[in-house]
């Protein structure tokens, strides 16, 4: 079901109906038929085909991936069953499209009936999902999945919204600390589970001796994974970096850093379109880090599209196309740099091992260690939370 308006939304939606839908194990069998169907749907969508993260929720949802993640959450001799816990509100970011359909994703494998809070803002990869999702819940086959899942635009403080967290039986809230910090006061049940995505950072490592030594066609396809990192969202994702360490002696930095200028700034000129009021708004965040470090900070504006930054405040997390670059010679030099919030830590040509080494020998955690172009790849594991067994009740038989 899909409620299009807040009107629509406070006049049509129907909780009790809602909860009339049983709860289903994890990983039903109806439900991964349908999440495979779906998978095909995008997969052969022509509207799909320009918007790589909807076709990459579309991978996602393939019968071998999904079987995949079934054999990691269920084990062939389990003495116990796992079972939605109920209705499930998902609360979505307002500034990245498909992080929606993941949090979804996670409630729907769980067994939960859902109520998806989806962006108000306009992004057409969201409304291509949705018209798919629908057309197959309109079949004989999947018409139950479509009564006991709905998807809704509403203002965060309205009243039927804040009536439903009172009456849901989980809630995944992702969004800023402000958006933390309003749901966590909302009265809810008291066995109501609750899962926070606040506010994180994340930072990429890059070898300069392995830029440099890329050929042409590797340069591009290295461009193309950091682009799906970060531009893609405008680096409003968690997982997105806002930090590059080039690692290397400083003329292999200088030589890595006017290749990547280079080529990226290229790959940008076709690929990304960054709107008049986004232009503006990269000045206005500048000025702003400026005010919270109480000094100046060196702007390398490369192109209108790719700024660095050279501060070494932890303050301050840019978007739009502006990274903070630090050259490092030793890997460990990144460990005065982690945050306090550092999720992801991406890298390019060093051993991920080496980095984890490196931080736990430093007392320092993060949440994720992945390569370049894996920044958005959701699992059902994110911030350290097993969302699966979050967000589904186990039962014991003995």
Not at 162 to 186: H, M, P, Y
Not at 311 to 316: L, R, V, Y
Request: hydrophobic share 40%; aromatic share 10%; charged share 25%.
């Amino acid at each position: 079901m899909l409620y299009k308006s807040e009107k629509e939304f406070q006049e049509n939606f129907d909780l009790q109906t809602l909860c009339q839908k049983n709860s289903k194990p994890i990983f039903a069998e109806e439900r991964v038929n349908f999440l495979v169907s779906l998978s095909k749907s995008i997969l052969r969508s022509p509207a799909a085909k320009e918007f790589p993260d909807l076709i990459t929720f579309g991978y996602y949802c393939r019968k071998s991936n999904l079987m995949k993640l079934k054999l990691s959450q269920i084990a062939p001799d389990s003495d116990s069953f796992r079972f939605g816990l109920g209705t499930c509100l998902h609360i979505a970011p307002s500034n990245i499209p498909m992080n929606f359909a993941f949090s979804f994703l996670m409630g729907f494998l769980s067994g939960n009936r859902n109520i998806v809070r989806i962006p108000t803002k306009k992004f057409e990869q969201l409304d291509v999902f949705l018209n798919l999702f629908l057309e197959l819940c309109h079949t004989n086959e999947f018409k139950n999945i479509g009564l006991a899942n709905c998807f809704v635009r509403t203002e965060r403080d309205s009243n039927k919204l804040i009536e439903l967290v009172a009456n849901s039986d989980a809630l995944v809230v992702w969004g800023g600390d402000r958006t933390v910090k309003l749901f966590r006061q909302l009265d809810k049940k008291p066995l109501c589970i609750e899962v926070y995505f606040p506010d994180r950072v994340s930072s990429v490592v890059l070898d300069c001796q392995h830029l440099i030594s890329l050929n042409e066609v590797q340069m591009e396809s290295f461009c193309r994974d950091f682009y799906n990192d970060t531009y893609l969202v405008d680096q409003n994702a968690c997982s997105s970096p806002s930090i590059i360490y080039w690692y290397g002696n400083e003329a292999k930095q200088d030589q890595a850093k006017q290749k990547f200028i280079h080529q990226m700034n290229k790959y940008l000129e076709s690929s990304y379109d960054l709107a008049t009021v986004s232009k503006i708004d990269k000045f206005i965040d500048v000025i702003t880090f400026c005010e919270k470090t109480n000094g100046s900070i060196n702007v390398e504006q490369t192109s209108g599209k790719l700024w660095l930054l050279d501060t070494d405040s932890q303050e301050i997390k840019p978007k739009l196309g502006t990274f903070i670059s630090k050259g490092i010679t030793k890997l460990d030099e990144i460990s005065t740099y982690i945050r306090k919030n550092e999720q992801t830590l991406l890298y390019f040509g060093i051993d991920p091992k080496e980095l984890l080494t490196m931080i736990v020998e430093h007392g320092k955690l993060v949440d994720r260690i992945v390569p370049v172009g894996q920044a958005l790849s959701i699992g059902m594991h994110w911030d350290g939370k097993n969302l699966i067994d979050t967000l589904s009740k186990k039962i014991e038989l003995r």
